[in-house]
């Protein structure tokens, strides 16, 4: 294991937790947009799937730590996919002059849930602070190990 080992696992998720908040940024940008870019429906809510680094050593060794008892170690998270939450249903708003209106005078919009974007937001923001925290406690460590030396 590596010196900097801890600082590049919490470097990735600080940068999945920056992708996330800009996908969430994008949501509530397109909020109220009617058309996607390809002009089919509404504008659809997106989330982020992350998942662990796996590297083919690191699966030996959490394999071989966890029969031992020891614990495992990590390589970090990446982002898998950003998919398109097609579940929820979009909100159906009565507005006859709406360009995108139908026949009966409904637009269909988009399914994101301000309030739950503004949720997810502050979730991301604080795991990416807690990740500032730690690299922050790494370097602090790394620098005082040097100062041993001295």
């Known amino acids: 294991m590596s010196m900097f080992h801890s600082m590049n ?7 999945a937790q920056r992708l996330r908040m800009d996908v969430i940024s994008s949501n509530m940008a397109n909020a109220d947009s ?7 429906g509404p504008y659809r809510r997106k989330s982020v799937v992350l998942e662990p680094k796996e590297g083919q050593f690191s699966s030996f060794l959490n394999m071989a730590m966890s029969r031992t008892g020891g614990s495992s170690a990590g390589n970090g998270v990446k982002v898998s996919r950003i998919v398109e939450d097609r579940e929820t ?8 002059t709406h360009v995108d209106a139908n ?7 988009p ?7 503004m949720t997810d937001l502050i979730s991301a923001t604080r795991s990416y602070e ?6 922050n ?14």
């Open 137 to 150: 406690a790494s370097k602090g460590m790394m620098m005082k190990a040097l100062e041993i030396g001295k």
């Open 89 to 96: 249903p979009a909100k159906m708003v009565y507005d006859p």
């Open 130 to 135: 807690a990740n500032v925290t730690v690299f």
């Open 111 to 117: 399914n994101v849930d301000p309030l739950r974007e």
């Open 34 to 40: 009617t058309r996607s870019v390809n002009g089919e």
């Open 9 to 15: 696992n919490t470097a990735s998720a600080l940068t």
């Open 103 to 109: 026949e009966d005078g409904y637009v269909e919009m």
